[in-house]
């Protein structure tokens, strides 16, 4: 029963056109919802033995918030949309999801990392920071969703199922006609061979030829040839974003940058919060980024040292000789003479520009007598 029934629902979610992302995700909880039910079939079972697998994912796996809603929703459409079955009240309410500030990386960082890679992966990254992509955006580009005279790249079917044009860098021309040109003598090289690039299965019904079109070639193919995951077909596929996250991960040791949490994501989130520096509008930030709601792009003012408004800390806004900065002390020093006393001087201290902050003098009652 398990595996027909799996079936019979990958089949119902490509009729609905699902993602091939959102239907391995929706199966895997699905599948794993029967086997806690010991193989029951999920006519038989309802809101009752939902509540306890969900119960069971929070209190004995500890999944995460977004990890419970994701398993939610695959049963709640297991339920609704395939079996046409109410489930009713569950009464069951999901963990609380903290809140989280994303990882944002200066422009010395980006230049860091980015000097760090060369040729194709260099410009994976770049083109992730320079327009604000997703790593699966920037790996399903293909030929014909770049406008070299127009300065900007189309992003189809992206999440949610949407299409946006995004700005692109003029610095990255020159890789991109380099890319392109390797791009299309790859599918020239696969036609000889009756192989092509990767199309959606209704496409390819459609316009039989399209995959020997140097328009549908990969921006990033892949370096060997694979079966398409529906129609099973000989295909070459884009690169795969577990190579990137490898080069990634090699660049960043390289920078030694290995202190901080850095994904692919970083770069979406850097490009954003340095848009928003720069003074730009963040209705424009949220059309580039492709976000729903400006509400998810306001996560960014709050990543900012001073926010996209011009706000600033009001300590900032006393005199620079008024008696509080009397308490303490910036000082140059070089690494043969040091002055700190045994055990309380930092390793290391950043400060903007030249000088390099080196901690107080007083204590903090002193500050306050002060004042």
């Given at each position: 029963?398990p595996?027909?029934?799996?079936d019979?629902?990958?089949?119902?979610m490509r009729?609905q056109g699902?993602?091939?992302?959102?239907?391995h995700?929706y199966?895997y909880?699905?599948?794993?919802y029967?086997?806690?039910?010991?193989?029951a079939?999920?006519k038989d079972?309802?809101?009752?033995?939902v509540?306890?697998?969900?119960?069971w994912?929070?209190n004995?796996r500890?999944?995460a918030?977004n990890t419970?809603?994701?398993?939610l929703?695959?049963?709640?459409f297991l339920?609704?949309?395939?079996l046409?079955?109410?489930l009713?009240?569950?009464g069951?309410?999901l963990?609380?999801?903290?809140r989280?500030?994303?990882?944002?990386?200066?422009?010395?960082?980006?230049a860091s990392i980015?000097s760090n890679?060369s040729?194709?992966n260099?410009l994976v990254?770049s083109?992730?920071?320079?327009s604000g992509?997703?790593?699966?955006?920037?790996?399903?580009l293909?030929?014909?969703?770049?406008?070299l005279?127009?300065?900007?790249l189309m992003?189809r079917?992206s999440?949610?199922?949407?299409?946006?044009?995004?700005?692109?860098?003029?610095?990255?021309?020159?890789?991109l006609y380099?890319q392109?040109?390797?791009?299309?003598?790859v599918q020239?090289k696969d036609?000889?061979?009756?192989?092509?690039?990767?199309?959606?299965v209704?496409?390819s019904r459609?316009?039989p030829?399209?995959?020997?079109?140097?328009?549908?070639?990969f921006l990033?193919?892949s370096?060997s040839?694979?079966k398409h995951?529906?129609s099973?077909?000989?295909?070459?596929?884009?690169?795969?974003?577990?190579?990137?996250r490898?080069?990634l991960?090699?660049?960043?040791?390289?920078?030694g940058?290995?202190?901080?949490r850095i994904?692919?994501h970083?770069?979406?989130?850097s490009?954003a919060?340095h848009?928003?520096q720069s003074?730009?509008?963040?209705r424009?930030v949220?059309?580039l980024?492709?976000?729903?709601d400006?509400?998810?792009t306001?996560?960014y003012?709050?990543?900012?040292?001073?926010?996209?408004?011009?706000t600033?800390s009001?300590i900032?806004q006393i005199?620079?000789d008024?008696?509080?900065?009397?308490s303490?002390?910036v000082r140059s020093?070089?690494?043969?003479?040091e002055?700190?006393?045994?055990?309380?001087?930092p390793d290391?201290?950043r400060?903007a520009?030249?000088?390099?902050?080196?901690g107080?003098?007083?204590s903090?009652?002193a500050?306050?007598?002060?004042?």
């Amino acid at each position: 029963m398990p595996s027909q029934f799996i079936d019979s629902v990958r089949r119902f979610m490509r009729l609905q056109g699902y993602s091939i992302r959102t239907e391995h995700s929706y199966v895997y909880w699905i599948r794993g919802y029967i086997r806690f039910n010991n193989m029951a079939h999920p006519k038989d079972i309802g809101a009752n033995e939902v509540r306890e697998y969900l119960s069971w994912l929070a209190n004995d796996r500890h999944v995460a918030a977004n990890t419970q809603k994701i398993a939610l929703n695959a049963i709640v459409f297991l339920y609704h949309k395939f079996l046409n079955q109410e489930l009713g009240h569950l009464g069951f309410s999901l963990a609380s999801q903290k809140r989280y500030l994303p990882v944002v990386l200066d422009k010395a960082e980006v230049a860091s990392i980015l000097s760090n890679l060369s040729g194709r992966n260099q410009l994976v990254l770049s083109l992730m920071y320079g327009s604000g992509l997703r790593v699966s955006e920037a790996l399903r580009l293909r030929v014909q969703d770049v406008n070299l005279k127009g300065l900007s790249l189309m992003i189809r079917d992206s999440k949610g199922r949407k299409d946006r044009n995004v700005l692109l860098a003029k610095k990255l021309l020159p890789a991109l006609y380099n890319q392109i040109e390797d791009a299309i003598e790859v599918q020239r090289k696969d036609n000889l061979n009756d192989i092509g690039c990767s199309m959606p299965v209704a496409l390819s019904r459609k316009y039989p030829a399209a995959f020997r079109s140097p328009s549908w070639a990969f921006l990033f193919p892949s370096s060997s040839c694979t079966k398409h995951p529906v129609s099973n077909i000989i295909c070459r596929h884009h690169l795969y974003q577990s190579t990137v996250r490898k080069f990634l991960k090699s660049a960043i040791c390289r920078a030694g940058l290995d202190h901080k949490r850095i994904t692919c994501h970083t770069f979406r989130h850097s490009f954003a919060t340095h848009l928003l520096q720069s003074g730009t509008d963040i209705r424009t930030v949220q059309e580039l980024l492709g976000h729903n709601d400006v509400k998810t792009t306001q996560i960014y003012t709050h990543v900012l040292g001073q926010h996209f408004a011009g706000t600033e800390s009001p300590i900032d806004q006393i005199a620079d000789d008024s008696p509080v900065y009397s308490s303490y002390a910036v000082r140059s020093i070089n690494e043969n003479h040091e002055t700190w006393p045994s055990g309380h001087r930092p390793d290391s201290w950043r400060l903007a520009g030249d000088l390099q902050l080196r901690g107080l003098h007083r204590s903090h009652s002193a500050l306050y007598r002060a004042q």
